[in-house]
């Protein structure tokens, strides 16, 4: 049996009992072995993620079944049947860390490929879309999904006045309210890219992708009876489910597919194919098959490997790159410094976020947590004359094409916020439009009337179904003159 020591390697004599001026007398300051265990539990927790708090992860591999190098010189795609390691994190969005899984929420589905041109995060969530597309308006977004500043409680008043004065929420919410809401477990859901991304090819011709990640285990949602009870019984049910089935060798998998639209139809498309809160539809651009993703290895330990995973949107590889999105531009600063506050400026080192098929060559020294050797005596500065890594212009991105002026351009101004949302309700048949309608009416039904009327009227805009479904549930009806935006 090897020896208990302290974190310096130091020895320990005894581990029950704590230093003390006779059996009954106080402790001495001297009992570092005390003050050492104190101290490091005092700060076991890091700060918990604003969103995406509470999550489950997994290892697998993805690997490529179609040729796509006519669109993306990324090595990671560069051969049917080649293979990628991939580190997956699930998870609810707006809940706390001990928020339960079966909570009304998106989901986060957010992918880290391990290639051999470093790390490719895919940072995505169950749903296509998202509530708002300017990240101007994501902090107000979340702060209305947290807890109210006076009571310390969920807040509907919060929730449905922004949703009612935010147009573009319609379709997001429209997801949210039915049964997709409440997905029975993360192996049984979808994942999307949400975002537009670019893919380029060794050309440097350019196209504009989206990504779809159908899981082969089909889908399966609960009804809000039904997540309400799991919440209660289980509130860690889905992560059980995830690392139980992977334990018993029952692998989850999923289906990778993209829509792609050549560069330039994305200026005379009928939408905007940056905003986050519309979808292509598959009649224009239908789903090619890439790929399969399978998780098959449980992490060892969660808080190393889940609790301290990261991800960031700005992580691309040669071959893929960005978009016009506003909400993804914004995404490019916000992740990587959210984990720079949580975990320090070195959160890359850790062996959950560093590349495991190439190694990290940077000029970046010192900071917190350092443990890699901190570059020894090598410049830390470029150029230099000492064979230091140094940049290659072989890996740059074709010019992309912008114009206009700069200005703050109102987003909503001749935006159409509810054509999806009525074709979504119009789509999912009657019995699911009766639980949609239903949980809306619950959540809804908590704000104030003037609310109410408001939001009744985009519902209304969306589909007079889908309004007056609504409405007879709450027991109202519609005020005349209320506007819709």
């Known amino acids: 049996m090897s020896s208990l020591t302290t974190a310096a390697g130091i020895p320990v004599a005894d581990n029950q009992n704590s230093l003390s001026a006779g059996p009954r007398g106080p402790l001495l300051m001297q009992d570092f072995h005390l003050i050492?265990?104190?101290?490091?539990?005092?700060?076991?927790?890091?700060?918990?993620?604003v969103v995406?708090?509470?999550?489950?992860?997994?290892?697998?591999?993805?690997?490529?079944?179609?040729?796509v190098t006519p669109f993306t010189k990324a090595a990671f795609l560069s051969a049917v049947g080649k293979e990628t390691e991939v580190f997956l994190r699930f998870s609810t969005v707006g809940g706390e860390k001990g928020s339960a899984d079966a909570?009304?929420?998106?989901?986060?589905?957010?992918?880290?490929?391990?290639?051999?041109?470093?790390?490719?995060?895919?940072?995505?969530?169950?749903?296509?879309?998202?509530?708002?597309?300017?990240?101007?308006?994501?902090?107000?977004?979340?702060?209305?999904?947290?807890?109210?500043?006076?009571?310390n409680l969920k807040d509907p008043t919060a929730v449905w006045d922004f949703f009612s004065l935010s147009p573009e929420t319609m379709h997001q919410l429209t997801i949210l309210f039915s049964d997709r809401g409440t997905p029975r477990g993360y192996r049984h859901m979808d994942g999307f890219s949400s975002h537009t991304f670019s893919w380029i090819n060794a050309a440097g011709e350019r196209v504009w992708v989206k990504y779809h990640f159908k899981t082969r285990q089909g889908i399966e949602n609960f009804t809000a009876?039904?997540?309400?009870?799991?919440?209660?019984?289980?509130?860690?049910h889905a992560t059980r489910d995830l690392f139980a089935a992977i334990g018993d060798g029952d692998f989850p998998a999923?289906?990778?597919?993209?829509q792609i639209m050549p560069?330039?139809?994305a200026e005379r498309y009928a939408i905007n194919p940056f905003d986050l809160t519309k979808v292509w539809p598959h009649a224009d651009y239908p789903l090619i098959e890439i790929g399969e993703l399978v998780l098959n290895r449980n992490p060892e330990n969660y808080f190393a490997e889940v609790e301290q995973s990261a991800f960031s949107p700005a992580n691309v590889v040669p071959g893929i790159s960005f978009s016009p999105d506003k909400m993804l531009q914004g995404r490019l600063f916000a992740y990587a410094d959210a984990h720079r506050y949580r975990l320090g400026a070195n959160h890359g080192h850790l062996p959950v976020n560093r590349p495991h098929a190439t190694e990290a060559r940077t000029y970046q020294r010192d900071g917190a947590m350092r443990f890699d050797g901190n570059g020894g005596g090598r410049p830390n500065y470029e150029p230099n004359s000492f064979g230091g890594p140094a940049q290659d212009p072989g890996k740059a991105e074709p010019p992309l094409r912008v114009s206009g002026d700069?200005?703050?351009?109102?987003?909503?101004?001749?935006?159409?916020?509810?054509?999806?949302a009525g074709a979504l309700f119009r789509l999912i048949g009657a019995e699911a439009q009766d639980r949609l309608m239903d949980n809306i009416a619950g959540s809804l039904g908590k704000a104030p009337a003037f609310i109410q009327q408001r939001q009744l009227?985009?519902?209304?805009?969306?589909?007079p179904a889908y309004g007056a479904g609504v409405a007879k549930r709450l027991g109202v009806e519609v005020e005349a003159g209320v506007a819709a935006g």
């Open 457 to 463: 009227r985009h519902f209304l805009a969306a589909d």
């Open 263 to 265: 560069e330039l139809e």
């Open 225 to 236: 009876g039904q997540a309400a009870r799991v919440a209660g019984i289980d509130p860690d």
């Open 254 to 258: 999923w289906t990778v597919s993209v």
């Open 52 to 67: 995406h708090a509470k999550g489950a992860g997994a290892y697998g591999v993805f690997r490529v079944t179609r040729d």
């Open 103 to 151: 909570d009304r929420d998106p989901r986060g589905f957010a992918v880290k490929f391990y290639t051999e041109e470093g790390n490719y995060d895919l940072v995505g969530n169950n749903t296509p879309v998202f509530f708002v597309r300017d990240p101007l308006k994501f902090p107000d977004f979340i702060h209305t999904q947290k807890r109210n500043p006076a009571t």
């Open 406 to 420: 700069a200005d703050r351009y109102d987003h909503r101004a001749g935006n159409d916020d509810y054509a999806q």
């Open 36 to 49: 050492e265990k104190l101290a490091h539990f005092n700060r076991e927790r890091i700060p918990e993620r």
